[in-house]
């Protein structure tokens, strides 16, 4: 499984990003997709999370300033980020979870992007 994240930089405070993350080698439509993001010196957080129904769920920090989508044709899922504070900066790093047929779980991380914001 991989999972390649892309779409980050360098925003001004106020400003907006939409990161990427492509998965190739898992059941994608089967699974739940996340984005979690560190920022130095804290552990790592869930910022945003897709059911493979499409069901979703934010981070209060981030709540009416991201959407998380997904893409299954694409095998793809995105994050959209507006009024984007400095407080947001970290790597943000996608994740897929899914259980198999016969109950084994499955987590996999991509490489994570670095998202900075500059006041």
């Known amino acids: 499984v991989q999972l390649v994240e892309s779409g980050g930089g360098l925003v001004q405070a106020g400003g907006s990003l939409r990161l990427s993350c492509a998965a190739s080698?898992?059941?994608?439509?089967?699974?739940?997709m996340g984005w979690y993001r560190q920022a130095p010196g804290k552990q790592r957080e869930l910022v945003a999370v897709i059911s493979s129904g499409g069901s979703t769920n934010y981070a209060d920090s981030v709540k009416g300033r991201f959407t998380i989508s997904r893409d299954n044709a694409k095998n793809t899922v995105y994050l959209q980020m507006n009024s984007l504070k400095p407080e947001d900066t970290a790597v943000y790093y996608c994740?897929?979870?899914?259980?198999?047929?016969?109950?084994?779980?499955?987590?996999?991380w991509g490489q994570g992007t670095q998202v900075t914001v500059s006041s």
């Open positions: 994740n897929s979870k899914w259980i198999g047929r016969l109950g084994s779980s499955y987590d996999y």
């Open positions: 080698g898992s059941p994608f439509s089967m699974t739940t």
